[in-house]
């Protein structure tokens, strides 16, 4: 049955993954946002089946709430007509396309050349007061960085949503 469940739930992730990009039923930013909550929730149900509940859960509480309000904030106060008149470039596809398959090369390469999981002793299982104590002690900095460009994220929003005084 676990095995069933993780196939079910990857391939969701994968596919909802992929319609939040490349959406062939609508062009609207509100429905990729949609398809990403649905591939946050299939994250999560992975996380569930590693025996990993506390990260289940503050995936879906962190990301599936507050950061898809965010987003749909954003989205809204975009002027949506205004980018779907706008036409798509070649040079500018040919560029992306080259870009993004430069940066996954990289990023693969990295991966492969620095021994990730080697040595890995996980016993992270199920256990929140553990997984704080190594969060605040052996990983503090880059907590604090994460904290640091969420609050740049939030003083940015609130800046492009104020209105000009004429």
Aim: glycine share 8%; proline share 2%.
């Amino acid at each position: 049955m676990t095995d069933l469940l993780f196939y079910i739930f990857s391939a969701l992730a994968i596919l909802c993954g992929l319609m939040v990009v490349a959406n062939p039923f609508s062009r609207n930013p509100v429905t990729s946002a949609m398809f990403l909550v649905l591939t946050i929730v299939s994250l999560a149900g992975l996380f569930v089946l590693l025996h990993a509940y506390f990260i289940a859960a503050v995936q879906i509480l962190v990301y599936a709430g507050a950061v898809m309000v965010l987003f749909l904030f954003v989205i809204m106060l975009l002027d949506i007509r205004a980018e779907e008149r706008r036409r798509m470039k070649l040079f500018g596809i040919i560029t992306g396309l080259g870009s993004v398959g430069g940066l996954a090369c990289l990023l693969i390469r990295t991966i492969w050349n620095s021994g990730v999981g080697e040595g890995l002793n996980p016993t992270l299982e199920g256990e929140t007061r553990l997984l704080g104590k190594t969060l605040f002690t052996q990983y503090l900095l880059p907590f604090e960085v994460v904290s640091i460009l969420l609050l740049v994220a939030m003083v940015g929003v609130i800046l492009l949503s104020k209105k000009e005084l004429k």
